[in-house]
């Protein structure tokens, strides 16, 4: 299988995490997102979204993160990221979905405005940050409530939910996402940074 992927992305991470954690080789192709190939007629064809990551598992062309990340347990008996009971495997999706409309969106709009723009030369817009920092404060609380009596965030066990929201949190620090007040956040992302599939998948950048 082939991934074609950015290190810094982290739709990239969260599919990097689950590959290494359940020991499923990938080839990774890097598409070079500062230089544009992402919108190149090449990817295009991969994914019309211009985007990463994107899977291609002898000829089948998989794009969106967390779609890869199921598929790749899927295929990957006795794994237990993702159950295969109806309601175990609904919890973990209620967590994907609400990571890809609400948490991870607020905090990218951190992470592009406070990381990804210095980086490629690019000037900060202070509006746009308010507007993250205030999606970012209407969200967080739920994770952290939940998170207050929990070691995990779904099945009382590490799942693909704690993959997901994990990597939209990877660049926490550079980016200067607002966690500070969140403890059970906090305590959360230590445990998860403590596993051996977050530190193989660690890019060569400042740590969050």
């Given amino acids: 299988m082939k991934l074609y992927f950015h290190p810094m992305s ?3 991470r969260r599919v990097l995490l689950v ?3 359940l020991d499923v080789p990938l080839e ?3 598409v070079d997102l500062p230089r544009g190939e992402q919108r190149g007629e090449a990817h ?3 994914n019309p979204n211009g985007k990463v990551p994107v899977l291609d598992d002898d000829g089948f062309i998989l794009w969106e993160s967390r779609a ?3 598929y ?3 295929k990957t008996p006795g794994q237990t990221l993702l159950p295969t009971d109806a309601q175990g495997r609904a919890d973990v999706n209620r967590w994907l979905f609400w990571c890809a409309m609400h948490m ?3 905090a990218s709009i951190i992470v592009f405005e406070n990381f990804v723009k210095p980086l490629t030369g690019g000037q900060t817009d202070a509006a746009e940050v308010a507007r993250g920092e205030a999606l970012f404060a209407q969200h967080a609380p739920l994770l952290d409530a939940h998170l207050a009596s929990r070691t995990w965030v779904a099945q009382e066990r590490l799942t693909l939910a704690d993959f997901s929201l994990a990597a939209a949190f990877a660049l926490a620090g550079p980016a200067r996402l607002p966690l500070g007040g969140y403890a059970n956040i906090q305590a959360w992302r230590e445990r998860v940074q403590a596993l051996d599939a977050w530190k193989r998948t660690e890019p ?3 740590r969050g």
């Fill in 44 to 46: 295009l064809g991969r």
């Fill in 28 to 30: 990774r192709v890097l």
């Fill in 72 to 74: 790749l347990a899927d």
């Fill in 19 to 21: 590959a290494t954690h």
């Fill in 104 to 106: 991870a969106p607020a």
């Fill in 204 to 206: 060569s950048a400042p």
């Fill in 68 to 70: 890869i990340m199921a």
């Fill in 10 to 12: 982290g739709n990239s």
